[in-house]
């Protein structure tokens, strides 16, 4: 099949590496994992966008997690529209962010105060200071495979040999300020006790993504969060949900809600911005007052409970308080995994599928993936075609193997269907 001539994106893709780093504001959309030229949208709604060449996809990146509702949902527009005009920003408190704060509180249960920022990367950052001022500790633990946005303490790999210091993963990030992230393999919780044992009343906080979205899809394992949880009591450690991405997108009150595990502090993102740029971090009252002016922890922001973001937030959030979301959600996210599935066998493609809800991925693989080294282990190159057979009949995948797909309410049995029908062919070819 021959790819289709897409100038109007190579066009504007030209220009772009002229001005911006790699063409692109996010390294995952300048297409290094697949090739080719990236897909320019030039609007989207429901489930589809539409490039600037005048191709209609099914889209499964959803920006990576926020549209819940697909794109442009009228409930968000309307209320991101009204706000916009009352002014967009003051500098001053409003009652749009009061409603958000109360949503959350309500919705998220270990959350009893919030702090609204712009971004993930600001919540995580902010979550770990907070960490760190609570306890008097400087060092965290993190996992491999686990993302927690870019801040400097979080861009860190494992130490080699029997070093259990970590090593900065770019250039920039201080290799004294790495040395504090100690590194864990998720789903191993005997890796995460031994670093507690070789570091006593060190370890200020373990950051977890309790369901790993960051490498494809991945579930904890039995027991596993139970064991942070206890972990992190015993030795006086701050456990940190990072649900940004599964915040609102496995169930209202995120992945604690379905475990029943309950973290310390949570950071929040993506969905409860209604996909404007928001973030959050959020715990127990007697934590979080200790966030400046309520305590002596400093964190501040001038666009910080931005009043776009906040009421599309509220817009949002109300949607998904509607009874049936998250089954229908879940019902849909099953129809696309069993015809994965089916097509895959059908074609004698290797491929397990791991899926949360309304996010999921599809592994080339034979065996269940449980570990980032799982996810490695994959068959990453042959995943390229299928990528590119997606888009040719339609489909718009994340432009990675361990980037999760993201489905939404305007994913309809019949837009699923067609998805399927992609992947039967998309298989079929490779
Ligand atoms: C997306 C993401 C972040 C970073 O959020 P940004 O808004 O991109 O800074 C942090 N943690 C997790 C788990 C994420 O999925």
Partial sequence: MNARPRPQSEALFDAAQALIPGGVNSPVRAWKAVGGTPVHVARGYGPLV???????????????????????????????????????????????????????????????????VNSG??????????????????????FDGNYHGHGDSFLVKAGSGALTLGEPDSPGVPKALAELTLVADYNDLASVEALFDQNPDRIAAVFVEPVAGNMGTVPPVAGFLEGLRELCTRHGA????????????????GYMERCGVMPDLVTLG??????????????????MNQVAPAGKMYQAGTLSGNPLAVAAGVAMLNELSEPGVYEGLEATGARLERGLLAAAAKHGVPMVVGRVGSMLCPYLAAS???????????DRARWVPFFHGMLERGVLLPPSPFEAWFLSTAHDDATIDQVIEAADGALAAI
Avoid: N, W
Avoid at 95 to 107: D, F, S, T
Avoid at 238 to 253: H, I, K, Q, S, Y
Avoid at 270 to 286: D, N, Q, S, T
Avoid at 368 to 378: I, Q
């Fill in 50 to 116: 539409i490039d600037v060449d005048g191709y209609e996809y099914i889209d499964l990146v959803m920006s990576y997690g926020p549209l819940m509702l697909g794109h442009a949902p009228a409930s968000v527009t309307e209320a991101i529209i009204e706000a916009a005009e009352r002014g967009t920003t003051y500098g001053a408190p409003t009652g749009g962010e009061v409603q958000l704060a109360r949503k959350i509180v309500e919705l998220v249960p270990c959350v009893e105060k919030v702090r609204l």
């Fill in 121 to 142: 990367t600001e919540a995580t950052m902010s979550a770990l200071r907070l960490a760190r001022a609570h306890t008097g500790r400087d060092a965290l633990i993190k």
């Fill in 238 to 253: 701050v456990l940190v949900f990072d649900e940004v991405m599964t915040g609102f997108r496995v169930a209202r009150g």
């Fill in 270 to 287: 993506k969905v409860i911005g209604g996909g404007l740029p928001i973030g959050a971090y959020g715990g127990r009252a007697e934590l």
């Fill in 368 to 378: 269940e993936v449980t570990t980032f080294g799982d996810v490695m282990a994959s």
